[in-house]
């Protein structure tokens, strides 16, 4: 009998209700978007199902602006692996914005990797109505 390829399925994207990661249960969806306002605490990410992968390992990856840790060096992007732990499992991938949140602003990609190749892939803008934050910067994509 043949193995089955693995079903990658992003299901949701956008805000979330705030998550708690010693849960079992993945966090509410509130808002379906890219864009998200740069306000203390928000919860923003994406869930995925993935079917038929278990025992494999996924890599993900939460590449952020040019964020400064308290030493004002530019911290690395946030990565990590998790073992697949069924054949029908669901994941959470996602970040909440903290002070100071000038330097949190700007595009956020996350990206999921099964079997060295990217599965999911989504960007989202972290915006302030800060007037005192350069346009560029806050829409580095422009």
Request: charged fraction near 25%; charge should be positive; include cysteine.
């Amino acid at each position: 009998m043949a193995k089955q390829k693995p079903v990658i399925k992003l299901q949701t994207y956008g805000i979330y209700e705030h998550w708690d990661s010693k849960s079992k249960a993945l966090p509410t969806i509130k808002t379906f978007t890219t864009d998200i306002p740069a306000e203390i605490d928000i919860e923003f990410g994406l869930t995925v199902n993935i079917k038929h992968a278990r025992g494999n390992k996924i890599f993900y990856c939460i590449d952020h602006p040019n964020i400064s840790n308290k030493e004002g060096q530019l911290c690395a992007a946030f990565t990590g692996e998790v073992q697949i732990k069924n054949n029908d499992w669901d994941f959470y991938l996602g970040d909440t914005i903290w002070a100071p949140i000038d330097d949190k602003c700007g595009p956020w990609r996350m990206t999921i990797e099964l079997n060295k190749k990217i599965v999911v892939d989504k960007t989202f803008h972290v915006f302030t109505e800060n007037k005192n934050v350069d346009f560029k910067k806050r829409f580095s994509y422009m």
